[in-house]
């Protein structure tokens, strides 16, 4: 069965810090991919950024990066310097990539509060 | 070009009533999916259409959940008649191409329904 485990329920920082969220996956599938969104106040999910499984190169955007890492099942995402527009709700999500498993399979969510 | 939008952004219903939510995606998207989030927990996929068709309707919960979409273009869910466990934000995300391995879901603003 495939499952997604973010176990950090709420995180709470001061601007200009770091901060790590967690994302634990489970899939028996050999291909799939990995997401995370963003909820802001205004409630629409918001695309940050899909990772194939084959490619476990980390990323960064501006102050955010991600780092994939198929040996322990996790696909961890860090704000540096954060800022108060940060503060939303931050879903990992997985899918499978044929044609009639795309769906997304959530977890839970970690709501970021940055304070300033 | 217009997002996701979803209709209405909130309903308060009575135990027993019935409720319509609906969603229209992207302009000449094939893909359309339904996921519910009940308080404090995952966001759960419930069905997904290419064009007309239902694809996959294994999230549904069961058959008080009605879901169409006419024409290949809207689609509503109606929910009827309505449990008090039915309350929660209902998302609906679209997506490009039929028949290709991925693409990425686009969210609308969730529908938040409360069943009193």
């Known amino acids: 069965a495939q499952k997604v485990t973010q176990a950090q329920t709420e995180i709470s920082v001061v601007e200009k810090e770091d901060v790590t969220l967690d994302c634990v996956y489970e899939t028996r599938d050999t291909t799939y991919y990995l997401f995370w969104y963003k909820q802001p106040p205004s409630g629409e999910l918001v695309f940050l950024i899909r990772r194939n499984s084959f490619d476990e190169q980390n990323e960064i955007s501006g102050r955010y990066s991600w780092n994939f890492q198929k040996s322990t099942s996790s696909f961890n995402f860090t704000i540096t310097a954060s800022q108060v527009v940060d503060s939303a709700v931050y879903f990992c999500a997985l899918s499978g990539v044929s044609y009639n498993t795309d769906k997304l399979i959530f977890g839970t969510g970690t709501r970021l509060q940055v304070f300033p | 070009e217009a997002g996701v939008t979803q209709f209405p952004s909130h309903s308060v219903i009575e135990k027993g009533q019935t409720v319509t939510l609906r969603c229209d995606p992207i302009?000449?998207?094939?893909?359309l999916y339904w996921y519910r989030r009940v308080m404090g927990k995952e966001i759960k996929f419930l069905l997904h259409?290419?064009?007309?068709?239902?694809?996959?309707e294994s999230g549904m919960p069961n058959n008080r959940f009605l879901a169409e979409r006419t024409g290949g273009t809207y689609s509503t869910l109606k929910v009827q008649p309505a449990e008090l466990e039915d309350s929660g934000v209902y998302f609906c995300?679209?997506?490009?191409?039929?028949?290709?391995?991925?693409?990425?879901?686009?969210f609308g603003p969730g529908t938040r329904l409360t069943v009193l």
């Open positions: 302009s000449g998207h094939d893909n």
């Open positions: 995300a679209s997506s490009q191409f039929a028949g290709v391995s991925y693409n990425e879901q686009f």
């Open positions: 259409f290419v064009k007309e068709s239902k694809q996959d």
